[in-house]
């Protein structure tokens, strides 16, 4: 199975599930993008050393986007309105959702780049 038909599939709902499915996938993945990113955030602000900062920050841009593009297929693919329980609602929600995980991801990587230190610094 190719990448597109993939992400059609995830968008669509899969083979199970209603409508929603396809929404529902991309608004876990937008939250789950932002708590990403917000740690990744506070890594650099806070000076906490569990893992990278920096690996965080990208992170968080990628499962934003993946997270935005769910949202977008599943909104260009639904049929319907909102209401009609498709999801639509959903999609449209999880959309600045996956934008804001982008967001902090690339906050995350402008702060780790302007301190001038390691992003992965540890205190002891």
Do not use: K, Q, Y
């Not at 937008?30 to 992170?59: D, P, Q």
């Not at 498709?86 to 934008?99: D, Y």
């Amino acid at each position: 199975m190719s990448a597109s038909a993939a992400l059609m599939t995830a968008a669509e709902g899969g083979i199970i599930g209603d409508g929603r499915t396809g929404a529902n996938l991309a608004l876990a993945v937008g939250a789950f993008g932002l708590a990403i990113g917000w740690l990744a955030l506070a890594r650099v602000g806070h000076g906490i050393s569990t893992g990278n900062a920096r690996t965080g920050g990208v992170a968080a841009i990628a499962v934003g986007a993946v997270g935005t593009v769910l949202a977008v297929l599943h909104l260009a693919t639904a049929s319907g309105g909102p209401g009609t329980g498709n999801g639509l609602v959903g999609a449209l929600v999880a959309v600045p959702l996956g934008l804001g995980a982008v967001l902090l991801g690339r906050r995350a990587l402008t702060r780790c780049r302007r301190a001038g230190r390691p992003a992965d610094r540890t205190t002891g």
